[in-house]
Structures are given as structure tokens and as C-alpha cells.
């Protein structure tokens, strides 16, 4: 082989490799993910557990952190801290909030100083989530409300994160601008953060209804190979209940109900019927958390409820995290949970 054909052979091959690199960078100007994954290596995560962790301190220390913007979509609101803190950054820079229309009297009691509108759909407008000066995120499964910062389970993740906030931003965009219970499809499903031992950590971020929220439950399930563990708000998803149920590799199925959700369309009997360890949650108020632990490293949580409504209607996020240290914080959520159910 002559040695110009040797030149371009290798330039053909460093061309191609550019691509591959270009293509899964890039980001896409439609909002559609059409590559896999992206990484942050100045990204972080906490995670925090309502009520013992005071989390309505969390989020007004987030809140006083910005000094760009503040875009929120929230459920409800009545905590007067949380609309004292955006009512005073409002002062200072743009802040945005959607609520739900449900809630509507919730929010016209509140003495608030930002621009907010309600969603105009029948669907909820579910989502718990703030995006501050596009870098920070805070979501999860909790309301700013008394009931949900001071009694019922819940939990908060607050995330670092160009890539996290853009998907987040993207999300409040539409929203705000009266698209609801529909959207693109996340820019950045798949992102993974660096941690303390310099090691990246696998995060899947997805929207719903666009993202089909429901079938990225079934795929983790599905790939269990030991254990699941869940504790949900509400729960009446047959197809993520047969996920469980035909899963042969299954050795440990654990589950908690929130006891205030058992009506016909509840999962709880089907599945304790099959005889698997499932139990009523035993807080006098709610247990509010939409979680899944899958083999003891993979957590998915959110504002989602394996519900047909959470699916398909709903404005609501998920995260799905693969990493057993964060599971493990999960875990002894759990652990302490299903000890009290009954």
C-alpha cells in the first residue's frame, strides 16, 4: 500500500472518531436526545430526607444562593418561608414560579411579590422543582408546605449541574409557556456527575409524559437481579406490578403503601395476594415518597407516581441514579419505613 493511501486510510479513521465524539456532544437545537450521554465533572448532588432533615431550611438556602434567576414548578405552596425568600429575590432578579390550578387557594392567601401563573389544564401540574441561575436544581418528592416539610415522608436532591439545569429549564420553559401535559423529549437523558473519588456517577433524567416515565420503571425492574425494594405515594401501575411479578431473578421483593391511597385500582393486594413482603405505611400523616431501589444500587425517585395519571397526564420528572452510595441513603430511608409499617 502506497504510503499516500496509508495517510488518508488513517485520516478517514481520525475523521470517523471525531464524529463519534461530535455526535454524542453536540447538543440538539430541537430538544430531542439523540445521544446518550454527557459528562459533568464540576457537578454534585446532596440528598436530604423530610422531616428529620429540616428540609424547608434546604430550600430556602438555595433560594438565597441566586443572584441570576429563579424558575420553580411547584405543586403547592403555603410555606411562608419559601414565598417570603422568593418574594424578596424578587426583588433583585426574575423570579417565575407555575403552580397548580388545584392549589389555586393555597396560593392566593400567600402575601407573594413574584410572577407566577397557574397551569390551565385538567392535568396536575406536578412537579416539586426549582432551577436556580441555570446551574442548580432542586427537586424531589416534596411540596413547600407544613404538612410536607414537617410530617410527611418525603425526599429532596440538590443537584450542581449545567446539564441537569438545562433539562430543568427546558422543562419550566414549557410550562410557563402554557404547555402542558406535553413536550419535547429531555435534551440530556443521560448524565453523569463526578464524585468525591473522582469516579462518574450515572444519572437518568426524564420528563413525563414525553419520556414515557412509566416504561423506564419497567426496564429497571425488569433488569432487577436480586432485589426490589419501593416505597410510593400511590401505586396502581399494573404493568410496573407485573414487572415485579415475572422477574424470576427476584430473591427479595420489599414494599411500602401509603395507606390513605388503598382503593381498588392499588396494587397492594394484587401483589401481598402473590405473596410478597408489601405493608401500609404506619405516619399519621403520609408517606409521600416515589421511590424504587433496585438491587440495592440503582434509585429512582422523583415526583412520579407509578400511576396510569403520572404517566400519561401529569407533568412530572424522574431521576433514576445508579450508584450504590446514594442507594444506600435511600436504603435506610426505606429500612426505617418498612420497620414501622404494618
Given at each position: 500500500?502506497?504510503?499516500?493511501?496509508?495517510?488518508?486510510?488513517?485520516?478517514?479513521?481520525i475523521?470517523?472518531?471525531?464524529?463519534?465524539?461530535?455526535?454524542?456532544?453536540?447538543?440538539?437545537?430541537?430538544?430531542?436526545?439523540?445521544?446518550?450521554?454527557?459528562?459533568?465533572?464540576?457537578?454534585?448532588?446532596?440528598?436530604?430526607?423530610?422531616?428529620?432533615?429540616n428540609?424547608?431550611?434546604?430550600?430556602?438556602?438555595?433560594?438565597?444562593l441566586?443572584?441570576?434567576?429563579?424558575?420553580?414548578a411547584?405543586?403547592?405552596?403555603?410555606?411562608?418561608?419559601?414565598?417570603?425568600?422568593?418574594?424578596?429575590?424578587?426583588?433583585?432578579?426574575?423570579?417565575?414560579?407555575?403552580?397548580?390550578?388545584?392549589?389555586?387557594?393555597?396560593?392566593?392567601?400567600?402575601?407573594?411579590?413574584?410572577e407566577?401563573?397557574?397551569?390551565?389544564?385538567?392535568?396536575?401540574?406536578?412537579n416539586?422543582?426549582?432551577v436556580?441561575?441555570?446551574?442548580?436544581v432542586f427537586?424531589?418528592?416534596?411540596?413547600p408546605?407544613?404538612?410536607d416539610?414537617q410530617?410527611?415522608?418525603?425526599?429532596?436532591l440538590?443537584?450542581?449541574?449545567?446539564?441537569?439545569?438545562?433539562?430543568?429549564?427546558?422543562?419550566?420553559?414549557?410550562?410557563?409557556?402554557?404547555?402542558?401535559?406535553?413536550?419535547?423529549?429531555v435534551?440530556?437523558?443521560?448524565?453523569?456527575?463526578?464524585?468525591?473519588?473522582?469516579?462518574?456517577?450515572?444519572?437518568e433524567?426524564?420528563f413525563?409524559?414525553?419520556d414515557?416515565?412509566?416504561?423506564?420503571?419497567?426496564?429497571?425492574?425488569?433488569?432487577?437481579?436480586?432485589?426490589?425494594?419501593?416505597?410510593?405515594?400511590?401505586?396502581?401501575?399494573?404493568?410496573?406490578?407485573?414487572?415485579i411479578?415475572?422477574?424470576?431473578?427476584?430473591?427479595?421483593?420489599?414494599?411500602?403503601?401509603?395507606?390513605?391511597?388503598?382503593?381498588?385500582?392499588?396494587?397492594?393486594?394484587?401483589?401481598?395476594?402473590?405473596?410478597?413482603?408489601?405493608?401500609?405505611?404506619?405516619?399519621?400523616?403520609?408517606?409521600?415518597?416515589?421511590?424504587?431501589?433496585?438491587?440495592?444500587?440503582?434509585v429512582?425517585?422523583?415526583?412520579?407516581?407509578?400511576?396510569?395519571?403520572?404517566?400519561?397526564?401529569?407533568?412530572?420528572?424522574m431521576l433514576?441514579?445508579?450508584?450504590?452510595?446514594?442507594?444506600?441513603?435511600?436504603?435506610?430511608?426505606?429500612?426505617?419505613?418498612f420497620?414501622?409499617?404494618?
Amino acid at each position: 500500500m502506497s504510503k499516500k493511501l496509508v495517510l488518508f486510510a488513517i485520516l478517514a479513521l481520525i475523521l470517523f472518531a471525531l464524529s463519534i465524539v461530535l455526535f454524542k456532544l453536540k447538543p440538539n437545537i430541537t430538544g430531542t436526545a439523540v445521544y446518550n450521554e454527557v459528562y459533568d465533572n464540576n457537578g454534585s448532588i446532596n440528598i436530604f430526607f423530610c422531616p428529620r432533615d429540616n428540609c424547608s431550611s434546604k430550600l430556602t438556602e438555595v433560594i438565597s444562593l441566586a443572584k441570576v434567576s429563579i424558575d420553580c414548578a411547584l405543586f403547592d405552596l403555603n410555606l411562608e418561608s419559601t414565598a417570603d425568600a422568593l418574594s424578596e429575590k424578587a426583588n433583585e432578579i426574575p423570579v417565575r414560579v407555575v403552580f397548580d390550578n388545584n392549589n389555586k387557594k393555597n396560593i392566593d392567601k400567600l402575601e407573594i411579590s413574584f410572577e407566577y401563573k397557574f397551569d390551565t389544564n385538567n392535568q396536575l401540574s406536578h412537579n416539586k422543582f426549582c432551577v436556580i441561575d441555570n446551574k442548580i436544581v432542586f427537586t424531589g418528592s416534596m411540596n413547600p408546605t407544613l404538612r410536607d416539610t414537617q410530617h410527611n415522608n418525603n425526599n429532596i436532591l440538590i443537584i450542581n449541574s449545567a446539564y441537569f439545569a438545562q433539562n430543568y429549564a427546558d422543562e419550566f420553559k414549557e410550562l410557563w409557556y402554557e404547555q402542558f401535559g406535553t413536550g419535547k423529549k429531555v435534551k440530556y437523558p443521560i448524565i453523569y456527575l463526578e464524585n468525591i473519588d473522582l469516579e462518574n456517577i450515572k444519572f437518568e433524567n426524564y420528563f413525563c409524559p414525553e419520556d414515557k416515565c412509566e416504561q423506564h420503571v419497567i426496564k429497571e425492574v425488569r433488569n432487577a437481579k436480586h432485589t426490589v425494594y419501593f416505597m410510593t405515594f400511590s401505586f396502581t401501575s399494573e404493568q410496573i406490578a407485573d414487572a415485579i411479578l415475572t422477574n424470576k431473578a427476584l430473591v427479595d421483593v420489599k414494599g411500602i403503601f401509603e395507606k390513605s391511597q388503598n382503593n381498588k385500582y392499588n396494587q397492594y393486594e394484587r401483589l401481598k395476594g402473590f405473596g410478597l413482603n408489601v405493608r401500609w405505611d404506619n405516619n399519621k400523616y403520609n408517606m409521600h415518597h416515589k421511590v424504587f431501589i433496585i438491587d440495592k444500587e440503582t434509585v429512582i425517585t422523583g415526583s412520579y407516581n407509578p400511576t396510569s395519571s403520572g404517566d400519561e397526564r401529569n407533568d412530572e420528572n424522574m431521576l433514576i441514579i445508579h450508584d450504590n452510595g446514594l442507594a444506600s441513603q435511600y436504603l435506610t430511608e426505606f429500612v426505617r419505613i418498612f420497620a414501622e409499617a404494618k
